[in-house]
């Protein structure tokens, strides 16, 4: 299958600062990506659909000005956790549709470990 | 509204035996997309198997396969042969409408014993 590369895998931060999370798809372009926060032993939660040269689109509940996404090329997303709480601390996923050929696959990063002192 | 609904928190098989996992579904929606993720212990999300809704012939993958029942709503995934390595959470997701967004269900935890 497709490959969805996502950096880094485990992040320590202080509580305050920034984080930037990337997602890159690495043999398909994706003009759709998605972002998504899971907790321990629990469902993937979407936090917002990100397409590429245009605005996020977040789901309900999700704070825009927290959680700072870019999809700036055909192959690059990222989300910024700005001024990171404890509470931030999560389990972070992205993905990227595959739309080509008629397929309409999504290809999951390994995800990003978010720990937040 | 649309929803995916897996009522088997925890499942567990014996090595090479066959395992059921279910998986309903509702929406309002005629074409739509099913799919079957694997989450190993490692975390990474692994697509297991795809079903588009307008075909009617069960999706096959190796030794996973599913059964489609559109008129139930009902998508389970049965997998053969269990191996050691298929321990990990199964994820049941629909892709339901036009926003391409994956609707997932809580998961079934699923253990193979030696």
């Known amino acids: 299958g497709a490959v969805v590369s996502q950096h880094p895998s485990w992040v320590i931060c202080k509580s305050g600062t920034s984080v930037k999370i990337e997602c890159r798809s690495l043999d398909f372009q994706a003009t759709t990506m998605f972002w998504y926060r899971q907790f321990p032993k629990q469902s993937l939660m979407l936090m917002a659909t990100?397409?590429?040269?245009?605005?996020?689109?977040?789901e309900q509940g999700v704070e825009k000005d927290k959680f700072l996404i870019n999809h700036a090329s055909l192959t690059l997303s990222t989300l910024t956790v700005t001024s990171a709480h404890p509470e931030d601390s999560s389990f972070y996923i992205c993905?990227?549709?595959?739309?080509?050929?008629?397929?309409?696959?999504?290809?999951f990063g390994a995800g990003t470990r978010l720990s937040v002192l | 509204a649309q929803t995916v609904t897996q009522s088997q928190p925890e499942m567990s098989v014996q090595e090479a035996e066959t395992v059921t996992l279910s998986c309903t579904y509702d929406t309002s929606e005629s074409n739509y997309y099913l799919f079957w993720y694997k989450q190993p212990p490692s975390r990474q999300m692994i697509l297991v198997i795809r079903?588009?809704?307008?075909?009617?012939q069960n999706a096959t993958e190796n030794r996973f396969s599913v059964n489609f029942q559109k008129a139930a709503k009902s998508f389970s995934l049965k997998i053969s042969d269990s191996q050691l390595g298929d321990t990990a959470m199964y994820f049941c997701a629909g892709r339901m409408d036009s926003s391409y967004k994956l609707i997932f269900g809580s998961g079934t935890r699923l253990l193979v014993r030696p």
């Open positions: 990100s397409n590429e040269g245009s605005k996020a689109t977040y």
């Open positions: 993905s990227a549709r595959d739309a080509g050929q008629g397929r309409d696959i999504q290809y």
């Open positions: 079903q588009e809704a307008y075909k009617q």
